[in-house]
C-alpha cells in the first residue's frame, strides 16, 4: 500500500486535473445530443465529487495517524 501522502497528492493532483478540464470537456460534448452532454456531465461531477470525499477522507485518516504518532510510548 502506498503512503499517505502519496494517495493525498495523487488526488489532490486528479481533483485538479479534472476541475481544469471542465471548461474543455464542455466543447468536447458540445457535439453530442442533449442526453449523452448530460450523461457526461453527471459522470464527471460524480467523479469530482468522489475525489474530494476520497481526499478528505485520506486527510483524516493522515490525522488520525498522526495523532497517533504524537502520543507518548512507553518505555521498554
Avoid at 47 to 76: C, F, H, N, Y
Amino acid at each position: 500500500m502506498l503512503p499517505i501522502q502519496i494517495r493525498i497528492n495523487r488526488a489532490q493532483r486528479l481533483l485538479q486535473m479534472l476541475e481544469q478540464d471542465a471548461p474543455l470537456m464542455a466543447v468536447r460534448v458540445a457535439q453530442l445530443t442533449p442526453e449523452h452532454q448530460l450523461s457526461a456531465k453527471t459522470y464527471a461531477a460524480e467523479l469530482i465529487a468522489q475525489t474530494r470525499a476520497e481526499l478528505e477522507r485520506l486527510s483524516r485518516e493522515k490525522s488520525v495517524w498522526m495523532a497517533g504518532d504524537s502520543l507518548p510510548q512507553p518505555a521498554d
